[in-house]
């Protein structure tokens, strides 16, 4: 059982989940930092405020909570949705390199495989 539990914990994907949770949490904390002392403040100038909590209440019923967590997902969005494209703006040549090799990797096998049977078909 140990050993099974060995080889669970080695395969590949679940490596690459741990790898991605720990790149995921401190990723988070970097979009924290952007929010609470970049973006924020710049929202501070706009409106006067960057606490909507106690601000946007109605008879004791708190609108400003959810109010600030849908700014708070906004936010967290854009900055992953921005971090994925400037991502995959850099790894982009290194896709269009290997769909070409992979292109001529499909022409050489044809080229090979009608050379094969031009061959089988000469008389003996």
């Not at 080695?10 to 995921?24: D, F, S």
């Not at 988070?28 to 909507?52: C, H, Q, S, Y």
């Not at 400003?64 to 703006?89: C, E, H, M, P, R």
């Amino acid at each position: 059982m140990w050993k099974e539990f060995k080889e669970f914990l080695m395969q590949g994907n679940v490596l690459n989940l741990a790898v991605a949770v720990v790149i995921g949490a401190a990723f988070g904390k970097i979009v924290t930092a952007l929010v609470e002392n970049i973006i924020m403040p710049a929202v501070a100038l706009l409106f006067g405020d960057t606490d909507f909590t106690s601000s946007w209440e109605y008879m004791g019923i708190t609108y400003g909570v959810f109010i600030q967590s849908i700014i708070d997902f906004i936010i967290v969005g854009a900055a992953v949705f921005l971090f994925v494209k400037l991502a995959n703006k850099l790894t982009r040549n290194r896709f269009i390199e290997e769909d070409v090799e992979d292109e001529q990797l499909v022409l050489l096998r044809e080229i090979r495989d009608a050379l094969v049977e031009k061959d089988n078909q000469k008389p003996l």
